[in-house]
């Protein structure tokens, strides 16, 4: 079996402080020729969901997935059948792997929480953020490395500029489906750190729509 190529931990106009419609990600997936998509709002399945209801290409695999907000920081779950209902760590966790999911920990070290006990919950660890800084991913990865724990690269998309010039990528060797392949492939993390002003113009949509009343459900 070939490589697999996908983009991991991208957002759609079903979180707050994003406004890409889901199905540009499939005519993004058909240029870079990707063989999966994982779209991971935040607190909400609907955009994976909405994307792959869009999705008309059989070689093109959609997750479904989400990031949720948790009492311990952010918590990605993928390969989910309905959403996470605890904002609890380790209770969302377990709602992640009672579905059959895999339980990802998104940029371990953003923001003031890092707990080193959330890695014994998670699958996966996100060894490179494109939205962190290089002494935060610097940090993820060794830790990843030093408990043997399987990698990931978020592209953490939420504008149209990131999704144009992304160069974050997550190649999977190996054989199998892609959940097998997430936890036990060779990998390579195909990286391109995103400018820190479009951060800062993520946390203005945000703002924005608070003000205006934010409908996730377009």
């Not at 695999?61 to 390969?79: C, K, Q, S, W």
């Not at 408990?147 to 690269?153: I, W």
Request: hydrophobic fraction near 40%.
């Amino acid at each position: 079996m070939s490589d697999l190529r996908g983009l991991l931990h991208v957002h759609t106009w079903h979180s707050f402080d994003c406004l890409l419609p889901p199905a540009t990600y499939l005519a993004h997936a058909r240029r870079a020729r990707l063989d999966f998509v994982c779209v991971t709002d935040h607190n909400t399945l609907a955009g994976s969901l909405e994307l792959a209801r869009r999705n008309r290409d059989p070689r093109l695999e959609v997750v479904i997935g989400a990031e949720y907000a948790t009492d311990r920081g952010d918590l990605i779950g993928l390969f989910l059948r309905e959403e996470v209902r605890s904002r609890d760590f380790d209770e969302a966790a377990a709602e992640i792997h009672a579905q059959g999911g895999l339980a990802l920990l998104p940029h371990p070290y953003r923001g003031r929480v890092t707990d080193p006990s959330r890695y014994q919950a998670v699958d996966l660890i996100e060894a490179f953020n494109a939205r962190s800084s290089d002494a935060s991913n610097a940090s993820a990865a060794a830790d990843a490395e030093r408990l043997a724990k399987p990698v990931s690269a978020g592209a953490d998309i939420h504008t149209a500029w990131e999704l144009i010039r992304d160069g974050t990528l997550l190649e999977l060797g190996g054989e199998g489906p892609l959940r097998e392949r997430l936890l036990e492939a060779p990998r390579r993390l195909i990286t391109r750190s995103s400018h820190r002003n479009l951060r800062r113009y993520s946390q203005l949509v945000k703002r924005v729509r608070s003000r205006v009343g934010f409908d996730r459900h377009r």
